[in-house]
Every structure is written in structure tokens, then in C-alpha cells.
């Protein structure tokens, strides 16, 4: 009487979590909308944003917006 | 045979104006009108009413964007090439988005910059002039008569 006794078992790290009160994700779904627009965000604000691009690379942005712009001309 | 054109160029630095009119001397036979800032830029934009602009990103007073976002405000199918020395993707993006036609770093080789200016007017410029051409030449009432319409 008086004393601690140590409780056996239980000592896999979900236990472990769960007395230092850490949740254990289980499942991660992404929703593909809210990913796409935290790419966009993330493409606007980061590093990518003030990326130094070169001509081929100009070239390549400006050539493809081109094809898209004559697709929908020809819709 | 140099495109009859008129063009302006617009930059801050005395020496990339000249250096871009030497190389449109060879490509235009029309005027070249030269802008130092933005807001000139659009202020001779209204007056000259070039084909083709060429646009310096950085600026004092106006940056290019802005210029071009006036630009296009004027003439929403203004051909504007977007000129810089330092192309961040977002820059270039934004230039994209506000409807500039191209882009060309000031670094590029003169040829290849050449050979940018003229696919650009070939492909935003002849087209309508081709289309202005023959519109005076067989105006629509005539066009349909001789089709029996």
C-alpha cells in the first residue's frame, strides 16, 4: 500500500501518444480543388514566384498560351 | 523587306532604347517613336498609335505592367513585347495574364530577339492588316454580290 505499481502491456507508440496526449492520424484525405489552390498560392508567393526564368523558358510560357488561345478561337 | 509598321519603344535606360531602334531599323520601315517611363509611354500611346510597343518592365514613374494594363485599357488589342533584364516567373506570368504578346530578356542575343519582334508581328500584325487589306480591297457589299448573294 502507498506505492506505484507500473502497469504492464500496453507500450506500442499509439499508446505512447495517446498519454502524452498526441493524436494519431488514422486517414488523410485531400480534396484536389483545395490542393490546387494552395499549388497556385504556393506558385504566387514562394520561392518558384521569383524563380529568374530564361528565354527558352519565355518562349516555351508564351508559345503555349498561344495554342490555347488559338484552340478556343477555333471552338 | 522591312513590315510597315509604326513602333515605340519604351525604356528608362538611354542605351537599350537605342540599342532596340537599331535593331527595329532593320525589321520596320515605319516610325519609331522612343518613351522613357510608363505613364509617356501610354500618354504616346494615344497620340502615335503604334502597332507595336516594346515595354520595359522596370521603370520609374509607371512600371510596364501598369503601362500595359493602360495600354490595353486604350486598346484592347494593343501588340505589346514585354522587354526586362531580370525575368522572375512571376513577372512573366503577370505579362501574360495582362495580355502582352511576348517577352523577351535584354540579355538574349540580338538575333534571337530579332527573330522574336518578327514572329510577333507575323503573327498578332500581318494577319490584320491582311484582313484591313482586303476589307478596302472587296468591301463586304461587294464581296457578297459577286457570290451571288
Redesign the interface.
Known amino acids: 500500500m502507498g506505492t506505484e505499481t507500473e502497469k504492464p502491456g500496453d507500450d506500442s507508440p499509439a499508446a505512447a501518444a495517446a498519454e502524452l496526449g498526441v493524436f494519431e492520424i488514422q486517414e488523410v484525405k485531400y480534396s484536389l480543388p483545395v490542393m490546387l489552390k494552395e499549388l497556385q498560392l504556393e506558385r504566387s508567393q514562394s520561392h518558384f514566384a521569383k524563380e529568374i526564368i530564361d528565354q527558352i523558358e519565355i518562349s516555351r510560357i508564351f508559345a503555349q498560351a498561344r495554342k490555347a488561345r488559338a484552340r478556343i478561337k477555333q471552338l | 523587306m522591312p513590315y510597315d509598321l509604326k513602333v515605340m519603344v519604351v525604356d528608362d535606360d538611354d542605351h537599350v532604347r537605342t540599342f532596340l531602334v537599331v535593331l527595329l531599323r532593320k525589321l520596320v520601315s515605319g516610325a519609331i517613336t522612343e518613351a522613357r517611363n510608363g505613364s509617356e509611354a501610354v500618354h504616346l500611346y494615344q497620340t502615335k498609335q503604334p502597332d507595336l510597343v516594346l515595354l520595359d518592365v522596370n521603370m520609374p514613374v509607371l512600371d510596364g505592367l501598369d503601362a500595359l494594363a493602360k495600354i490595353r485599357e486604350i486598346n484592347p488589342d494593343a501588340v505589346v513585347i514585354m522587354i526586362t533584364s531580370?525575368?522572375?516567373?512571376?513577372v512573366?506570368?503577370a505579362a501574360?495574364q495582362g495580355g502582352a504578346?511576348?517577352?523577351?530578356?535584354k540579355d538574349?542575343p540580338r538575333n534571337?530577339i530579332a527573330e522574336?519582334v518578327t514572329k510577333t508581328i507575323e503573327?498578332y500584325l500581318l494577319p490584320v492588316s491582311q484582313e484591313r487589306e482586303a476589307g478596302e480591297l472587296n468591301p463586304p457589299v461587294a464581296q457578297s454580290d459577286t457570290h451571288g448573294n
Open positions: 531580370l525575368a522572375m516567373r512571376r512573366v506570368e501574360l504578346c511576348n517577352f523577351v530578356r538574349t534571337q522574336i503573327t
